[in-house]
Every structure is written in structure tokens, then in C-alpha cells.
């Protein structure tokens, strides 16, 4: 795991004000007018340490699972995951390792190898690794406007997390890019049964009555656009019902007669 201290030459108990200095400084030495194209890829890992360590939930989260790994590092640890190619947990844990290197690419393939989705990294991992692991997995995904892979690792957490909490720190930030996703990307990602089903799997993970009331007003929508009027209706004066004074309803109380 890289040591984003060592990266940024500055000591464990650095001040925010340090961590800046150190990034400003560093990022001068890797400006395309100095290093080139070559520095691109090392201007992206400073950035990712700085931006790790600035924010003070992300270092708590960074330092825990650097002192939980960093003995893996004493030797080749990536070629004996790599050598145990048919074993699932094997790769699970090379899918976190990769990413926890900031060799994303590498496991994404891995993943996607692995069947996506459909390989259930938790049978597999430890909680706390298989939670880090996915949270890390869908903010790549994210990147790689893989909305709908993304949607479902996070929800698939935000799941858990109200089982059980663990991440306390990060989860008003899972649930801001959940609603993300479904405001700007979801709809346009998947076919409208999956929008359904996915808007359907909102319902019962605990958002307040108001943020329920619009779940409940897009999947009206999608089910009049799939011809569904029934149970556009139902679940309309559901909204409603949470939600007197919810927003741009005007168009779907004419076509529901409400």
C-alpha cells in the first residue's frame, strides 16, 4: 500500500496547513513545463494523497487500513494473489490490494474477470475489507461512468451500514453520490425495468419522508412510460401522501387524474 506520508514527504502527525504546503510544493516539481507527460501519473497519485489526507474522515479511514496492511507489504504480495487466479478470495483480496495501489485499471479487470456484479466479494473478505473495498471499487466506477455498477456496490453498503454500522464517517457522503447517480445518470444508464428496480431498492434503506416521496414520484413517471398507469397511481398518492407539498407533480396528477 502506498505510504502517501513518504509520497509527500511530511511526518504522520502533519499539520493540514503541512499537507498543503508539502502538495504545493511537489506539484510544482511534476507541472508538464518540468516532468512532461510522464509526470501525469505521479501528479495523480500526489493529488489522491493529498486529497486523502487533507480531509480529516479519509485520513482516519486511510490510517486504519495502512497500519492494517502494511505488513503485507514485506514481500511480494500482488505476484502470489496474481498466482492464485482460480481461487475467488485470492481475488478478492488482489481486487482491493490493486486498488489500494492506485492501480485501478488492474482491478476493475480483476473484478470484471470475476464476473462484476455478480461476484459477491463479501463470501469472500472480511466485513470491514469488503465494505473499504467496495466503497473504493464504485467511486472508480463512478469515474469510469459505470453509473449502474456503481449504484448497486453503494447501496449494497448503505444496506449494511444500517445493519450494522462500520463506516459512521462516510455514509452521509455514500448516500449524497446515491442520489446522485439517480438524479443526473441512473435513468439513462439502464432499461426501465432496472430503473424500477433500482428505485424500488431506495424505498427501505431508511431516507427521510420527503427524499422517499421523490423515489416514489420518479417511479410513477417510469411507470407510466412503461404503460403501468395503476401502479403510477399507487405509488403517487404515496408520494403525495409523504410529501404534500412535493415538487414538479403538476404534469403527473393531469396524466393520473389525482
Sequence with gaps: MINYYE??????????????????????????DIAGEKGAAEMRKLLVAYQT??????????????????????FDYRSYLREKWNDPASQA???????LHLEEDAAISVWQEQGGLDF??????????????????????????????????????????RRLPYFRHFMEEVENVIKEIVRLHLKQSVNPETYVECLEALLDLGF??????????????????????????????EAIKLDPKLPNTIQLRRKLHV
Design 93 to 99: 483480496k488482489l481486487i482491493f490490494y490493486e486498488l
Design 120 to 161: 459477491l466479494m463479501e463470501k469472500f473478505m472480511d466485513r470491514e475489507d469488503w465494505m473499504d473495498c467496495s466503497f473504493i471499487l464504485a467511486e472508480e466506477l463512478l469515474r469510469r461512468k459505470m453509473y449502474y455498477e456503481a449504484f448497486v456496490l453503494l447501496v449494497k453498503i448503505l444496506r449494511e451500514e
Design 53 to 74: 489526507l487533507y480531509d480529516q474522515n479519509r485520513r482516519f479511514e486511510y490510517d486504519r487500513l495502512y497500519n492494517r496492511l502494511a505488513g503485507k507489504n514485506r
Design 208 to 237: 427521510d419522508s420527503r427524499y422517499k416521496a421523490r423515489i416514489l414520484r420518479n417511479l410513477a413517471e417510469a411507470f407510466i412510460r412503461m404503460g403501468e398507469m395503476s401502479n403510477a397511481e399507487k405509488v403517487f398518492r
Design 7 to 32: 509520497l509527500l514527504n511530511i511526518p504522520k502527525n502533519a499539520s493540514r496547513g503541512q499537507i498543503k504546503a508539502a502538495f504545493r510544493e511537489k506539484a510544482k516539481q511534476l507541472h508538464p
